[in-house]
């Protein structure tokens, strides 16, 4: 059985970060993306869409984990033009996967 890239071991240190995407990110498959990277990195957590446009998302794992997936973020799905990525510390919620949540 192959581990998913970026999982780490039980005894890792864990954070948990809120991550703020805007920009055109609504209507481009951007929380399917998110969601997609997430998992490909063992981050576990959410992602909605928010009233006002931005895309927000609960990632919790690695450090490493959690900062590719921010990087990643700049980025996007193709069709995504990102204006800005602001994270903050964010307490854990329990989670045992990635998923996406309705809009807020």
Known sequence: ??????AVSDNAPMITRRIMVSGKVQGVFYRGWAEANARQLGVTGWVRNRLGGD???????????????????????????????EVEEAGAEESGDFRTRPTL
């Open 1 to 6: 059985m192959g581990e998913r890239a970026g």
């Open 55 to 85: 895309v927000e998302i609960l990632a919790c794992g690695s450090r490493e984990a959690v900062d590719e997936l921010i990087r990643r973020c700049w980025h996007g799905p193709r069709a995504a033009v990102v204006d800005g990525v």
